[in-house]
């Protein structure tokens, strides 16, 4: 991928999806509307997509529209997180060296897993990133991973935390501690993480939701890169 652009805020996907809930559901593509999706999968350009396989951009009329193709495009091997509903267009997300790049793509294009490998132990531990927040997990403490998160926003000077002990059910771990009330899921999915979280986690409007990238393999500070 050579070229991306910044996600829509989730705050402004929760009103669009509020006012005109039929339409929201099939134009929105951003970090809120990938987090819950109910089939995150996997995908591969194809080889015979030709050198570039342009998204299509996130916005009114799209996909599909004469003004829709996006700056942001793929090379055949690249590997995007999607949300699979079978449809024509998919919403997909590539992770670049540096940003991350949302969009949809035609499901054509792309060689999708059906079923997600499972990740070695190995392969969830260290530092991981989106924006402010901060995921950390590590293998130290027993047999089960252990998992600190925080989300912040400096703006506001706010910090919402998480922490657990789990091990992972394949590719996927769910936390429902405080009593149930406050749910983290985090899915591992071509090397990235996948999180949300339900509404009594999201203290002083803070969130854990969005696309994660390993910083560090390890989860001291001193190897943050």
């Known amino acids: ?31 809120y509307s990938l987090s819950w999706s109910k089939a995150p999968k996997a995908g591969t350009v194809k080889a015979d997509q030709g050198p570039r396989l342009h998204f ?44 991350g790049t949302f969009g949809w793509l035609p499901r054509t294009a792309l060689t999708i897993e059906d079923k997600p490998p499972v990740p070695k132990k190995q392969d969830w531990v260290g530092r991981w990133r989106v924006g402010e927040n901060l995921i950390l997990i590590d293998d130290t403490q027993g047999p089960k991973l252990h998992f600190e998160g925080w989300a912040s926003r400096m703006a506001t000077f706010s910090l919402t935390k998480f922490e657990f002990n789990k091990s992972p059910n394949s590719n996927k771990v769910i936390d429902k501690s405080g009593g149930g009330r406050c749910v983290v899921t ?18 002083l409007g803070n969130s854990f939701i969005g696309v994660y990238r390993r910083t560090a393999l390890t989860t001291d500070p001193m190897d943050e890169h």
């Open 186 to 203: 985090i899915y591992w999915i071509a090397e990235l993480l996948l999180v949300n979280n339900t509404i009594d986690c999201a203290v």
């Open 56 to 99: 299509q951009r996130v916005e009114a009329g799209c996909p599909g529209g004469d003004t829709c193709k996006a700056k942001a495009y793929l090379v055949p091997g690249d590997k995007v997180i999607l949300d699979d509903t079978g449809e024509a267009w998919i919403c997909a997300y590539f992770q670049g060296p540096k940003r």
């Open 1 to 31: 991928m050579r070229c991306s652009s910044p996600p829509a805020r989730a705050a402004l996907v929760i009103l669009i999806a509020g006012l005109f809930p039929f339409a929201a559901a099939a134009a929105v593509c951003d970090d």
